[in-house]
């Protein structure tokens, strides 16, 4: 990809103008963005590829807890595995970040202390996004006032969906404005846009409105990330590199379980964007259980044989 | 970060390491006779010829060359299952074998993929995923009609014609065998096959697959050879219907041969498929949608969509994404699951794509091939695009039948029609664009057999297939595909 | 000297969403040969087994008819597998159901695979035959498709213990229909054997679903029930088939009436539950 010299974001300065710019765009056939993430999910990453692979994916992971009974003891946990996913092998990279709700920040900065795992904080009312706009930014600044790295926000789908996308992308601004220095991931909602078309406008309003990163979903509805959802995701991040110079990275999280599906990503990355995504800085996974599988398969390539789950820990 | 771990990603180079498909599975003989009377003769009893992997040039085994009196004995032979056995078996109990065959396709559907992989050079994530489950699928459609001919809108209690010689091509060996096979056998008649000379493997192992479903002998024979096999075939008076998959030369000289006789015919020939992208298409899917058309089998596709012809006003946007996307094209070893573009079918064909390509730059069109790495033993050809092709020129008029794509431009609708009829080819085109009206408006007026709407190179034994004008006539799938094996 | 092996006998149950439970009513009847011995306890299902098989079919529907054609008769295919792999089972129970000798059971057997296999070629096909395009006056494409109504209530008819059982299940299922099928009162041995054998199909869940019971107590609850598309009356008595034909109009069913068995040239069986949907498009630049 070419990504040419002096290219600016352009500023959006009305609904109208915003509107026209997203009808620019083209649709999607959902066919066939389905049918090419099937294709890509034939590649075979095997033997010292599957290893790299598995050692990126393990760099990528923002190891998350966004539960209602969450409590300061299982965050300390998660930190931990975070900082140190195999307590027996100094080799396994830590996670790029821990995501959790607001209240829970600076417990976790302080467990992360010293380390390069990322603090993430969800907000603007995760994950419906139904509140005002002057509580969802409250949200945002007590999220970073209390040490938040990065801010994982929601857009206002029911916005998206009457038509107001200037208001969808007038909130992204305010929230980037709130972030100060911590890096801005917007939220989707993927499975609440339903069609791929959507996907694609929201994710060029978004990176218009100055997200450092879109993210596919919360992983709290039905349908989270799928691999056509990301690939169209990846492809609207393509374009507008190509046409800004501006890198927004992708994070793709929920229902991603398995080191398969994780590779599976992986790929989509490399045969859409390119290896300069294949970096923590540009692609991320949400998840939670995804890191025990990837440190299963792990053991599984240098041992040879398939190892049980109590190997490593639960959290 | 841990920075070693991502200085050393392997896949930030889309070097995926080899994963080889085992040839070993494949289980080939070192010499196989001919499959007459629902027996192999002994491949002692006839000259031989080897076969090679088109990917290293290396002979895979020998196969006999059937000579006149082979071809006598084999439609001796369906005859006489088709007058004792054949015609008095009932249509449900010919679509239990149908059925058996099948079944039995997917059981052995790995050992089949490699065969043809090695046999013919075309990736193995294509044989596997493509030809292989797509034999298995028009053997089970008719398989679904032999027992209800009454339905098929041909009349009541339809016949069959007799003894069908079918001829068949190298690009799709065993799923043109499955094409011809299947509805020739659900109507009642009986086959001699004559497998093309490049790429016999298949349909010898289909044979085996014949015996285990225990198909009554002589009901199917397969005589493999070269175009001398082929002619007597198509000159034995016991035949009584011709179906042909090839060249537009030989399948002229086919309707030559058998226009003075009482012989059933049906062609399927060359083509130069217009892939038409209009300013509204789906942009990315429309990029993979070309790339599909042309370069799915190394091109050696009759209904490949060779002519892209894009609206002037994105032509620009489409040539940059298409290059780029080219480039990501991997070529190489067949039997490696990662490989997109395998190899070249013969010297032979790779002398003509050659030949063709060097005229399109002396022409005046502008060539982009992949910068792809070519391995140095076998027959390899690197993605090309050719761009600024007119339409005069050889390159935008004559089937290449390799991976290389001749682009034009059009301004209207009307010219888009005008220059896709303007071949005297008329096989398949694509239409792409996110205007339903335009697309049915645009598709009534193509002159071809076959048109695909934002999508390309999509094939089901429901759907009738084959071409208008000097790419034929017949069309094999589908309630249509009955009539050319039915006296009707 | 051994002692005569003790044989451990079949509890038949209903087939309800891919389960075989008993009636939810805990009750039974027992079910005789042709010649009057003790076969088994059969479950004496309920309205509200009824309830519950309507209600798996319902929801079983939309993902049966969004497989592929293909599939569908991948499936039904595999059932013929099944059977033929049972077939001395099968046929042992048509035997004793009917009193037939072994060698008519066995031919009935044969007759019933092969029309599974006949079923099994026609998903693919329906679509051929029953739809197409039309030739509209004006700049239009014009298309019709047959879709299936969706859920078919089946009374099974008494006499035939599985041949008309599988014509009458078989065809609105090939079609794209999920079934409810309250099986012969007196003769419903083979048809919970051909239930049991859908559970090794690759049938989805709740695609066909089998009530065994007495046809009048539960005849008139399909026949009212206001989520089932279609009913086929093939096995209620002439006298009331009228009566239930006027309840099922409450909710517009449509409804195939007992009728001879003489082959099916017309295929009325396939028809009877397909419905026609046509689309117009412009053709337009």
Redesign the interface.
């Known amino acids: 990809m070419r990504i040419p010299a002096g290219a600016t974001v352009p500023t959006i300065e009305s609904e109208m103008q915003l509107r026209t710019m997203l009808a620019s765009l083209s649709g999607v056939d959902a066919v066939g963005v389905e049918g090419r993430a099937a294709k890509l999910a034939t590649r075979s990453v095997k033997k010292a590829s599957k290893m790299a692979a598995i050692d990126l994916a393990i760099s990528m992971v923002d190891l998350t807890t966004l539960e209602g009974a969450d409590t300061p003891g299982r965050v300390s946990s998660l930190c931990v595995k975070a900082m140190r996913p195999d307590p027996t092998d100094a080799n396994v990279p830590a996670t790029a970040a821990v995501c959790v709700y607001p209240d829970l920040v600076a417990h976790a900065r302080s467990a992360l202390a010293g380390s390069s795992v990322a603090v993430a904080a969800v907000a603007t009312a995760f994950p419906s996004g139904r509140a005002s706009l002057r509580v969802k930014l409250l949200d945002v600044e007590e999220a970073v006032a209390a040490g938040a790295d990065e801010i994982d926000m929601v857009i206002d789908r029911g916005a998206f969906l009457s038509g107001r996308i200037g208001q969808v992308f007038d909130e992204i601004v305010a929230v980037k404005q709130a972030c100060a220095d911590a890096h801005l991931k917007v939220i989707l909602e993927t499975g609440e846009l339903v069609t791929y078309d959507n996907m694609r406008r929201a994710s060029w309003i978004a990176m218009l409105a100055g997200a450092d990163f879109i993210k596919t979903s919360t992983g709290k509805v039905p349908v989270a990330a799928t691999p056509p959802t990301a690939l169209v995701m990846l492809e609207a991040v393509r374009d507008f590199a190509e046409t800004t110079g501006h890198l927004v990275g992708v994070k793709v999280a929920g229902g991603i379980r398995t080191t398969k599906d994780a590779i599976r990503y992986l790929v989509i990355v490399n045969e859409t964007v390119g290896s300069r995504w294949l970096t923590p800085e540009l692609f991320r996974f949400g998840a939670s259980s995804l890191l025990n599988d990837l440190l299963m398969q792990r053991l599984k390539q240098q041992r040879g044989a398939y190892i049980r789950a109590d190997e490593f820990s639960g959290d | 970060?841990?920075e070693h771990?991502?200085a050393?990603?392997?896949?930030?180079?889309?070097?995926?390491?080899p994963?080889p498909e085992s040839a070993s599975v494949a289980r080939l003989r070192p010499s196989y006779g001919l499959f007459i009377g629902g027996e192999f003769t002994d491949p002692a009893a006839h000259d031989q010829f080897a076969t090679l992997n088109p990917a290293t040039g290396s002979s895979l085994a020998t196969v006999a060359q059937g000579s006149v009196g082979d071809v006598d004995r084999a439609v001796a032979s369906a005859r006489h299952a088709y007058d004792t056995v054949w015609s008095k078996t009932s249509g449900?109990e010919r679509?239990?074998y149908l059925?058996r065959i099948a079944r039995i396709i997917q059981e052995r559907a790995r050992e089949l993929a490699v065969v043809e992989t090695l046999d013919n050079g075309k990736p193995i994530?294509e044989s596997r995923?493509i030809d292989i489950p797509l034999a298995a699928?028009y053997f089970?459609?008719y398989?679904?009609?032999?027992?209800?001919l009454?339905?098929?809108?041909f009349g009541p209690d339809p016949q069959p014609i007799g003894v069908a010689g079918q001829i068949i091509p190298w690009n799709f060996p065993l799923l043109m065998a499955a094409w011809k096979l299947a509805p020739a056998l659900a109507a009642g008649n009986t086959c001699v096959l004559k497998p093309a000379e490049t790429t016999p493997l298949s349909a010898l192992v289909l044979a085996e697959i014949l015996q285990q479903a225990e198909l009554p002998a002589g009901v199917v024979n397969i005589v493999t050879g070269d175009g001398v096999t082929g002619a007597a075939l198509v000159e034995h008076p016991g035949v009584d219907k011709i179906a042909f998959t090839g060249s537009t030369e030989v399948g002229r000289l086919i309707q030559e041969r058998v226009a003075a006789s009482p012989k059933r015919l049906t062609l399927e020939l060359g083509g130069k498929g217009a892939n038409i992208v209009f300013e509204?298409?789906?942009?990315?899917?429309?990029i993979?949608?070309i790339i599909d058309g042309i370069f799915f089998n190394q091109g050696h596709v009759c209904c490949a969509g060779s002519r892209l012809l894009v609206q002037e006003s994105v032509a620009d946007e489409v040539l940059r994404r298409l290059v780029?996307r080219v480039e990501?094209l991997r070529v190489g070893d067949p039997l490696d699951?990662?490989t997109d573009v395998g190899a070249i079918n013969s010297a032979a064909q790779l002398a003509k794509i050659e030949e063709l390509s060097a005229f399109g730059e002396r022409e005046g069109a502008t060539r982009y091939s992949s910068s792809c790495v070519l391995p140095t033993e076998g027959y390899w050809f690197a993605p090309t695009v050719f761009a600024n092709v007119a339409q005069s020129h050889r390159i935008a008029r004559e089937e290449i039948f390799g991976p290389v794509l001749s682009m034009l431009t059009f301004r209207?609708?009307?010219e888009a029609v005008a220059k896709a009829n303007n071949t005297k080819y008329g096989l398949a085109c694509g239409v792409w664009s996110?205007k339903?009206?335009?697309t049915?408006?645009v598709a009534?007026r193509l002159r071809a057999g076959v048109i695909w709407a934002?999508?390309y190179n999509r094939f089901d034994?429901?759907s009738p297939f084959g071409g208008m004008r000097e790419s034929g006539f017949g069309r094999e799938g589908?309630?249509h595909g009955l009539e050319a094996y039915l006296n009707v | 000297m051994s002692e005569p092996r003790l044989d451990v006998r079949k509890t038949y149950k209903l087939l309800i969403n891919g389960a075989f439970p008993r009636s939810e009513s805990g009750r039974s009847y027992e079910v005789h040969t042709a010649t009057g011995d003790f076969l088994a306890n059969a479950a004496r299902g309920s309205r509200k087994d009824l309830r519950d098989a309507v209600s798996a079919a319902r929801a079983a529907q939309a993902k049966w008819w969004g497989a592929t054609a293909y599939n569908r008769g991948q499936v039904i295919y595999r059932l013929a597998e099944m059977a033929e792999s049972r077939r001395d089972e099968l046929a042992e129970h048509v035997a004793l159901s009917e009193g037939v000798s072994a060698k008519l059971a066995q031919a009935s057997v044969s007759r019933v695979i092969d029309r599974m296999v006949w079923y099994a070629g026609w998903t693919d096909k329906i679509a051929q035959v029953f739809g197409g395009t039309n030739p509209v006056a004006g700049p239009y494409f014009n298309f019709s498709i047959p879709v299936p109504s969706g859920v078919v209530a089946v009374l099974a008819d008494q006499e035939s213990s599985l041949e008309a059982f599988v014509d009458a299940v078989l065809a609105p299922i090939c079609a794209g229909n999920t079934v409810v099928v309250v099986a012969s009162e007196r003769r419903p041995i083979p048809s919970v054997l051909l239930g049991e054998m859908t559970a090794t199909s690759d049938f989805p869940p709740g695609v066909l679903n089998i009530v065994t019971g007495f046809t009048t107590e539960l005849a008139g609850t399909l026949a009212s029930h206001e989520d089932v598309d279609g009913i086929d009356l093939s096995g209620v008595a002439v006298e009331s088939a009228n009566e239930l034909a006027a309840t099922a109009a409450g909710s517009i069913k449509r409804v195939l009436r007992p009728s001879d068995s003489s082959p099916d040239r017309s295929l009325r069986r396939l028809r009877a539950f397909v419905e026609t949907s046509t689309v117009w498009h412009t053709i337009g630049q």
């Open positions: 970060m841990t771990h991502l050393n990603s392997h896949l930030g180079f889309l070097a995926y390491d994963a449900a679509a239990k059925f994530r995923d699928a089970f459609y398989a679904g009609w032999a027992d209800k009454d339905h098929a809108g509204d298409a789906p942009i990315d899917e429309m993979e949608g780029r990501q699951k990662n209207t609708p009307d996110e339903g009206s335009r049915l408006w009534e934002n999508t034994p429901t589908g309630r």
